[in-house]
């Protein structure tokens, strides 16, 4: 099992930042990848951002050159640092843990950091 804690939402202007932080804890295996998705009001959940353990990254079109993921392997923890926000990227943020264990994915999820941008 892993728990993740996010911390660092909140309400910020149209063009601001804010960093988000998630606490992994539990069993952190080698090799688990971590996350950020997103589900605005109404809509699905979409990935936002991944790094893998080896640092390799990827993100949605939309928030490419604005947000930035990184991880601190030591601490078990992920970050992701979003510049220039725009009223769209308003959501519930949530943390995500990725792990394979014999051929089989599994999940974890956070509570869910609100992100409110305003116009």
């Known amino acids: 099992q892993v728990q993740l804690v996010e911390s660092g939402g909140g309400l910020v202007q149209s063009g601001g930042s804010l960093r988000l932080s998630c606490a992994a804890s539990?069993?952190?295996?080698?090799?688990?990848?971590l996350g950020w998705y997103r589900q605005a009001a109404g809509a699905q959940r979409e990935l936002v951002a991944r790094?893998?353990?080896?640092?390799?990254?990827n993100y949605t079109d939309s928030v490419k050159g604005r947000f930035t993921i990184s991880r601190d392997n030591a601490k078990n923890t992920v970050y992701l640092r979003m510049d220039n926000l725009k009223p769209e990227d308003t959501a519930v943020y949530y943390c995500?843990?990725?792990?394979?264990?014999?051929?089989?994915?599994?999940?974890?999820w956070g509570q869910g950091a609100q992100v409110t941008v305003s116009s």
């Open positions: 995500n843990a990725q792990q394979w264990i014999l051929g089989t994915e599994l999940n974890y």
């Open positions: 539990g069993s952190i295996f080698s090799g688990t990848a």
């Open positions: 790094i893998t353990e080896g640092g390799t990254t």
